[in-house]
């Protein structure tokens, strides 16, 4: 990324306040790997999920994907261009909570075609860190 602390988050391109990756997304995605920063709701994971997407950071998707239903490899497709996320009803998922379900709409751009992602996701809470389940 060129510059983290002047680069929008992607997590937040159609948000009306932009924060930039550096003070949204980029300390989770450090913070995953020594547990020193985690997702304090379904919603904060599926915004970091997101981002990560975006930036192909792979080993993050991993670790924030539940082991029940992780598969062992994943390879993020670079020609996929995410252009924004809406998060569109949330369920659950606070900070005090076990569970989640997080609605949202994914726009991208796959070589000349503009799509979308729209999914509901469930998430679990172990051991104080979040992670993705599954689609319902």
């Not at 569109?88 to 994914?106: K, L, N, Q, Y």
């Not at 799509?115 to 998430?123: G, I, K, L, M, P």
Request: with cysteine; aromatic share 8%; net charge neutral.
């Amino acid at each position: 990324m060129k510059n983290a602390s002047q680069t929008v988050c992607a997590c937040r391109a159609l948000d009306a306040v932009k924060p930039s990756y550096e003070n949204c997304c980029k300390p989770l995605h450090d913070g995953r790997e020594d547990g020193s920063l985690l997702p304090q709701t379904a919603e904060q994971l599926m915004r970091s999920r997101y981002s990560a997407f975006v930036l192909g950071l792979s080993q993050y998707l991993l670790a924030t994907w539940h082991e029940s239903t992780r598969p062992k490899e994943l390879d993020v497709d670079s020609r996929m261009r995410w252009t924004g996320l809406e998060i569109i009803s949330t369920r659950a998922g606070g900070a005090a909570a076990s569970r989640g379900v997080v609605e949202f709409a994914a726009n991208y751009r796959d070589g000349r075609h503009e799509a979308q992602q729209h999914e509901v996701s469930t998430f679990v809470k172990q051991d104080g860190a979040w992670f993705y389940l599954d689609a319902l």
